[in-house]
């Protein structure tokens, strides 16, 4: 069933890990890490240890007389005997594999993920880098102690390993459908296929309430007319993929970079997708750390653009920050993905369109924006890296309060390594000389589409206009109903209710009353110094 059906399973199944040293035909990356390799101790030691054991015999497949007594008194009243514990040595010591069974049992399912966890003391012991040319390896684990039978002589071990592979937030939870590029790859076939039969219903349908205007793809695929609507010109429908529209911007934005799918998702703004970095509006709101009074701003602007998205005036909103256990491993809202996935299937739908009708024209418009899109999504990745974001601080929690503009109060809180990645330094680096000219050759290719356009039947041009304006609108609901953002592994969102307060101040005074520390509150400007604390100081009012 896992070889059949490996979209349905979950990787629930301990065994042991049957690894080879890295081929420079199979895996050229780790083959020249294993080059270069010069292993640990712990390594060298586990490979000697398999080496010796490899050929002294590992207790497998090996009938061992000594235990015969033992043996007989455990199946004593088994109907095989003492066959029962043998059987399956036997067999596997004995059978032909001509179709190559055997070996494909040893090895891992693609796309499966799946942890390893190494005693000292097992009989076969492997080096890491040997041990992730298994597959998609999202737990090492190397425990001090442990033979063979860890799962009896270490239980806790091996319990909190599975439970950071298979439970509930774990790198392995859930079913891996979503993430299967080769289920993807087999969905996007079918749906193409589905895709033909509903645009020839369409015809049909078309044919019969307008005779004339569109004929049926059996009976004379070439007649088709591409004037459906006489009379009406579309020459300008390309303008509107140059409108300035921040929508694709600022999805982006929300996920803090561009999915493989969103390089067929087709929005006017396409050439505004590199000014994501300036939806903050160029503010960078002042920022206490209600733990230690430190008073600094927010230089993060996705971070900014949340905030500001989220935030009420004369409302404090508290919101959490939290590192993802991987920076890809999100599982998006079923409601986001679903309208992020249909203009993808709209875009297929345009394309299959246009072959059949033969408009090539308006083919080829289609293919310049998904290849403009492309590019910008692709230097978006690039630039989507994590850079300086201060001095790591492991296990400290930090409370930070933020004032924003038209009096939008919002409290982050979290790990500060976490509020570190959010609010310190660039969310996008910039751009290098290769990265601009590919977002300008891009932003070209839109400008000289817009002049092609006219060459495209007014059937192709309906369809490119349906097509801008649903996927337009698909996104723009997603990013409004996007309740997180997503960056460099770490997610925010809104935790609890908005609190409205009459006056700032009363904010600042139950915000003290908790802290226990007014200096922040000082250095904000929320609150005067008081007299007999002040000396030398300017009273400042804004």
């Not at 239980?155 to 459908?177: D, F, H, M, S, T």
């Not at 989220?310 to 404090?316: D, K, R, T």
Request: hydrophobic share 45%; proline share 4%; with cysteine.
């Amino acid at each position: 069933m896992g070889f059949l059906y490996p979209q349905h399973c979950k990787p629930s199944h301990l065994n042991a890990a049957e690894a080879y040293a890295p081929t420079l035909s199979q895996h050229p990356g780790l083959w020249l890490r294993h080059l270069v390799s010069t292993y640990t101790v712990n390594e060298r030691t586990g490979l000697q240890r398999t080496s010796s054991i490899s050929k002294d015999g590992m207790g497998y497949e090996i009938e061992q007389h000594e235990e015969i007594l033992k043996w007989v008194s455990l199946y004593w009243f088994s109907t095989a005997g003492v066959a029962a514990n043998l059987r399956i040595y036997y067999e596997a010591w004995h059978c032909k594999d001509d179709e190559g069974h055997q070996d494909r049992a040893l090895k891992y399912i693609p796309f499966v993920k799946f942890g390893i966890a190494q005693v000292p003391k097992d009989m076969s012991v492997l080096p890491d880098l040997w041990l992730r040319t298994l597959g998609n390896v999202v737990l090492e684990s190397r425990n001090p102690r442990g033979g063979h039978f860890a799962a009896h002589e270490q239980p806790e071990v091996i319990v909190r390993n599975l439970k950071a592979v298979l439970e509930k937030g774990g790198e392995a939870y859930g079913p891996i459908i979503a993430k299967n590029r080769l289920v993807i790859i087999c969905l996007v076939v079918l749906g193409i296929s589905i895709i033909r039969r509903v645009i020839t219903w369409i015809l049909e349908i078309m044919e019969r309430l307008m005779p004339g205007s569109m004929l049926h793809v059996r009976q004379r695929p070439n007649e088709w007319s591409k004037t459906p609507i006489p009379g009406v010109s579309l020459d300008a429908t390309g303008l509107i993929a140059l409108a300035d529209l921040t929508t694709i911007a600022k999805h982006t934005a929300l996920n803090g970079t561009s999915s493989l799918l969103d390089f067929l998702v087709l929005c006017p703004g396409i050439h505004r997708q590199q000014y994501a970095t300036e939806l903050n509006a160029g503010e960078f709101p002042p920022t206490a750390a209600l733990t230690s009074g430190y008073v600094f701003r927010v230089e993060n602007q996705n971070t900014v653009f949340y905030l500001q998205k989220v935030g009420i005036p004369g409302h404090l909103v508290t919101m959490s920050v939290e590192e993802l256990p991987k920076p890809k491993g999100r599982k998006p809202d079923l409601r986001t993905a679903r309208r992020i996935i249909t203009p993808v299937f709209l875009t297929l739908i345009a394309l299959e369109f246009m072959i059949l009708i033969e408009d090539w024209w308006a083919l080829a418009v289609l293919l310049i924006l998904v290849l403009a899109r492309t590019l910008n999504a692709i230097v978006v990745r690039r630039r989507s890296v994590l850079g300086w974001k201060g001095v790591k601080e492991p296990g400290v929690n930090g409370d930070l309060l933020i004032l924003l503009s038209q009096d939008r109060w919002v409290r982050l809180q979290g790990s500060v390594d976490a509020l570190k990645t959010v609010t310190a330094g660039q969310w996008l680096r910039d751009t290098t000389f290769w990265e601009s000219s590919l977002t300008a050759i891009a932003t070209l290719m839109i400008y000289i589409n817009a002049a092609v356009t006219t060459n495209a039947s007014q059937a192709g041009e309906i369809v490119m206009l349906a097509l801008l304006l649903l996927s337009v609108g698909l996104v723009a609901i997603s990013n409004e109903q996007q309740e997180s953002l997503y960056m460099h592994g770490c997610q925010i969102q809104v935790d609890g209710q908005p609190k409205k307060y009459a006056r700032r101040l009363d904010l600042a005074n139950e915000l003290i009353r908790y802290t226990g520390r007014d200096d922040w509150a000082i250095r904000l400007g929320m609150i005067n110094q008081k007299a007999e604390n002040a000396t030398n100081t300017v009273k400042v009012v804004l």
